[in-house]
């Protein structure tokens, strides 16, 4: 068997107990040699992570404040487990030198960075890995996207035997200056990792057993995945499934290397696979939800039958700097579909413009909707499931807002009021759970 990369979360790193745990993982397989981490998490629902501590001491001496009290908690946890594992490193050398550089720089990333970096150095010495540096071997272009070299350069780093350590959420930029991902972005790094040393599987490990068919904390008990494909993880994770970072997939797409999410505390569960193709059982794999969507409603007479009046309205939400989600479209009709935090407070001025430069007969904006998305590759090869769906709804007494499917059939889209949200995504669960 091939090498195998892991990606190792926050929960899964919080104290020493469970760096302990993680090494037992490590060292249970002899082909798990590359090692992403992650900062310390939570240890208990009250803590705070390290890579939020990191961002407000940013904050506090970037304003030129006293940061005293941040890094006196960041460097307890990072001492503590120093010292609980009975390493010979000097970490308050290595703190010292982020305090140097706490306030100078015009981003958060580098003081955001530095508990990805603390703790790959502390897991490097606890497994007698090579640390590999991300600042060095993990590249952005000029425009914040990742760039192709990554691949070669890192690749070339983890050459030899042994493990190898390359701590999560970061990379340089052109100039040599730190760049993170986006939050969450360690599983990135993973993917990133798995493609350059050509793994054979991407063991992402965090605190759940998988993926469930639809959120737990709205569906309790609700069934375990086994196995799903990249593009319907991306349409879960792109409607608020977050057990892994939906911009993950992109670095193994081309390879087809397996992500496996396996639970840390219980790692014997069978958890999720998600691979790059599969023979669907039922329509459905997964439902998921969220609120925060706003729908602009533009109505005009023989709008079908003027060119270019998509573009028009394109244009407009182009010139307020405003990305749309989705558009629904009728023959005098068209819904555009909106994140409330794109919108901001620029919704009444986008409605003149969109009135202006287009001539509509009415341009409005409904608020407080929330979108579900039910996903599903087998979708196409049944008949009835939109039917089934839309019943599910009409017992739950829930009125849909708006309703659309992509040609390929893989996913439908629904708009609801906000305030039926969770009822909504328990009711499609329930007439799916059987059939899937």
Not at 195 to 216: C, H, Q
Not at 268 to 297: E, H, Q, W, Y
Not at 307 to 324: A, M, Q, T, Y
Not at 326 to 349: A, C, Y
Request: hydrophobic share 40%; aromatic share 8%; net charge negative.
């Amino acid at each position: 068997m091939g090498a195998i990369t892991c990606k190792f979360g926050g929960t899964s790193l919080a104290d020493a107990n469970c760096i302990k745990k993680v090494k037992e993982i490590i060292l249970s397989s002899n082909n798990r040699r590359y090692i992403v981490p992650s900062a310390p998490g939570k240890r208990n629902p009250n803590d705070k992570k390290i890579t939020d501590l990191l961002y407000l001491w940013y904050k506090i001496a970037h304003e030129g404040l006293d940061a005293s009290e941040p890094e006196k908690i960041i460097r307890e946890r990072f001492n503590t487990i120093v010292s609980e594992l009975s390493l010979n490193i000097d970490i308050n050398k290595e703190i010292d030198e982020i305090a140097r550089n706490a306030g100078i720089f015009d981003t958060p990333d580098y003081m955001a960075s530095r508990g990805e970096y603390l703790n790959g150095k502390i897991i490097a010495e606890y497994l007698g890995a090579t640390f590999v540096e991300p600042a060095k071997s993990i590249f952005f272009t000029e425009s914040g996207f990742l760039d192709t070299k990554t691949y070669d350069i890192l690749g070339e780093q983890l050459q030899g035997s042994g493990l190898f350590v390359v701590p999560g959420f970061y990379g340089s930029m052109p100039d040599g200056s730190i760049k993170t991902f986006p939050r969450g972005g360690s599983d990135i790094t993973g993917a990133i990792v798995a493609r350059a040393s050509k793994s054979i599987l991407y063991e992402n490990w965090t605190d759940v057993n998988g993926f469930r068919m639809a959120d737990p904390k709205i569906v309790p008990n609700a069934k375990r995945i086994e196995e799903i494909t990249y593009q319907e993880l991306r349409e879960l994770s792109y409607m608020g499934a977050t057990v892994l970072h939906d911009e993950s997939i992109f670095p193994v797409l081309e390879t087809g290397t397996p992500i496996h999410i396996k639970n840390t505390h219980e790692p014997d569960n069978p958890g999720t696979m998600i691979v790059k193709s599969r023979l669907p059982k039922g329509p459905v794999c997964g439902i998921a939800g969220l609120g925060g969507f706003s729908m602009i409603n533009i109505e005009k007479t023989f709008m079908n039958k003027e060119r270019g009046f998509g573009l028009k309205v394109l244009s407009v939400l182009d010139e307020f700097d405003v990305r749309w989600e989705h558009m629904p479209t009728g023959i005098d009709t068209m819904s555009v579909i909106i994140r409330n935090n794109e919108l901001g407070n620029k919704g009444q001025l986008i409605v003149d413009a969109i009135k202006k430069r287009c001539n509509t007969d009415d341009v409005s904006i409904t608020k407080g909707l929330a979108m579900i998305a039910t996903v599903g590759l087998g979708m196409n090869h049944h008949i009835g499931v939109a039917a089934r769906l839309c019943s599910a709804l009409a017992q739950a007494q829930v009125n849909i807002r708006v309703i659309d499917q992509g040609s390929s059939e893989m996913n439908i889209l629904i708009g609801v009021d906000e305030s039926d949200l969770n009822k909504s995504i328990q009711a499609i669960y329930k007439a799916f759970e059987d059939w899937s």
